[in-house]
């Protein structure tokens, strides 16, 4: 089946430092992809859907420009949180659709554990 | 965004015993998913529901659409402790969007 492939799985940074998630369909161009933010305990919340060659659409209350999206190919969409701070610290998860006509399901990338010092 | 509740947050159970999560909105919803998630790692779809009214069965799993559309439920027989983990609902709204649900985690003792 269709893979979706998320790197890397965790990331320890120092404050202010900045860190890119990376998301990559394996099987299957995904002209749009998702990203997701997961607190300890807590549900996905959707935070922009990523288009390939367009800017990134963000949901209420997500600073687009702290949080980069990039989706300059088919298959790779990449998260860049900039200048991190330990409230950043979450598990961050990728989602990426398949093209209409394929299935259109969804799938999820297996996350990124974001520690800030 | 729109809004899913899901109840109980919390449930633990012996091996054997059934057991039933609930998922409801005020919004209606394109289609309903159902999720499993370990620690650590994304979500798995389990089923997706589309048509109100709607029963789908995984083996143990037994996934019911509300007729409108805004609620769902998941029923799992005879559970085993190889059905610990975190179930989430989302429902689908957009162009694809998903809003979860909180999640509720299964705990089955062996």
């Known amino acids: 089946g269709a893979v979706v492939s998320q790197h890397p799985s965790w990331v320890i940074c120092k404050s202010g430092t900045s860190v890119k998630i990376e998301c990559r369909s394996l099987?299957?161009?995904?002209?749009?992809m998702f990203w997701y933010r997961q607190f300890p305990k807590q549900s996905l919340m959707l935070m922009a859907t990523?288009?390939?060659?367009?800017?990134?659409?963000?949901e209420q209350g997500v600073e687009k420009d702290k949080f980069l999206i990039n989706h300059a190919s088919l298959t790779l969409s990449t998260l860049t949180v900039t200048s991190a701070h330990p409230e950043d610290s979450s598990f961050y998860i990728c989602?990426?659709?398949?093209?209409?006509?394929?299935?259109?399901?969804?799938?999820f990338g297996s996350g990124t554990q974001l520690s800030v010092l | 965004t729109q809004l899913l509740e899901q109840s109980p947050q919390f449930l633990s159970i012996q091996e054997g015993e059934n057991l039933t999560v609930y998922c409801n909105s005020s919004?209606?919803?394109?289609?309903l998913q159902w999720y499993r998630q370990e620690p650590g790692e994304g979500p798995v779809l389990l089923v997706t529901?589309?048509?109100?009214?709607e029963v789908k069965k995984l083996k143990r799993l037994t996934f019911q659409f509300g007729d409108a559309r805004k609620d769902s439920s998941l029923h799992i027989t005879a559970a085993q402790p190889g059905d610990t983990g975190l179930y989430l609902c989302?429902?689908?709204?957009?162009?694809?969007?998903?809003?979860f649900g909180a999640g509720t985690t299964v705990t089955v003792r062996a």
């Open positions: 989602s990426a659709r398949e093209p209409a006509g394929v299935g259109e399901k969804l799938f």
């Open positions: 099987d299957f161009q995904a002209t749009t």
């Open positions: 990523s288009n390939e060659g367009s800017k990134a659409t963000y």
């Open positions: 919004s209606v919803f394109s289609s």
């Open positions: 529901v589309v048509t109100g009214g």
């Open positions: 989302a429902g689908a709204w957009g162009d694809y969007k998903l809003s």
